[in-house]
């Protein structure tokens, strides 16, 4: 199987029913080419993980069953163990500097993590080999904090773990819409990271989950 976009699909929802999705799309999902995801996409159809059906996609029983068997042996041999994030940081959207200026995610950020965060995030792209540690990540029991609501706009529920990135506290937050593909952590901190640190886009950071 090809991990990478296995894992992209489920965020998508193709193993409930099947999903329009482009190569591109894909390809924006786990950072890669167009080229190279379309080649992943055959080689996973010659593998028999996704069936086309009416011009759209859906993992097969077997990928998923794979999907499980491999989240559950990740699981078990990294109890008690430390999980741990290479990368770079990039540029980001601004959008992670406007939600968390938003008194209603501040306040909470501060109720559930102990600290009002810098209004702006650190994105870093992790290395292709600890795209795995992300979604094994996301199987642990995270920090909630809950989405509001302001005037007609409803912000939703973010998804927290609390890290460590150059001995600085701060949080990996997964937000209920998220604009980043699997490559892709999202840090707050009380602090301004990137200028903290003394980081630029060619810096290699490492960010450890505690």
């Known amino acids: 199987m090809v991990p990478d976009i296995v894992f992209y699909l489920l965020t998508r929802g193709a193993h409930k029913e099947p999903v329009r999705v482009t190569t591109g799309e894909i390809a924006s999902g786990i950072g890669v080419s167009q080229q190279t995801a379309s080649r ?3 080689a996973l159809e010659k593998e ?3 069936e086309r059906i009416g011009g759209k996609i859906m993992l097969t029983k077997k990928a998923v069953a794979k999907v499980r068997n491999f989240v559950s042996q990740v699981l ?3 109890k008690g163990a430390q999980i741990l994030f ?3 940081p990039i540029a980001g959207l601004g959008q992670g500097a406007f939600y968390v200026s938003q008194k209603g995610y501040r306040e909470g950020f501060r109720k559930a993590l102990g600290f ?3 209004p702006g ?3 870093i792209r992790i290395d292709d080999a600890d795209i795995e540690k992300r979604i094994t990540l996301r199987e642990q029991p995270p920090i909630v904090v809950r989405g509001f609501t302001k005037g007609s706009r409803t912000f939703g529920t973010t998804a927290c773990y609390k890290c460590v990135v150059g001995g600085l506290p701060g949080a990996v937050v997964f937000p209920e819409m998220n604009a ?3 490559s892709v952590l999202e840090v707050v901190s009380p602090f301004n990271l990137r200028q903290k640190l003394s980081l630029t886009d060619l810096s290699r950071v490492e960010v450890e989950i505690v």
């Open 121 to 123: 995030t650190l994105n």
């Open 76 to 78: 078990e041999s990294l």
């Open 180 to 182: 980043h593909g699997l």
């Open 48 to 50: 028999g993980g996704v």
């Open 86 to 88: 290479g990368g770079s």
């Open 116 to 118: 009002k965060p810098f």
């Open 40 to 42: 992943k996409l055959i």
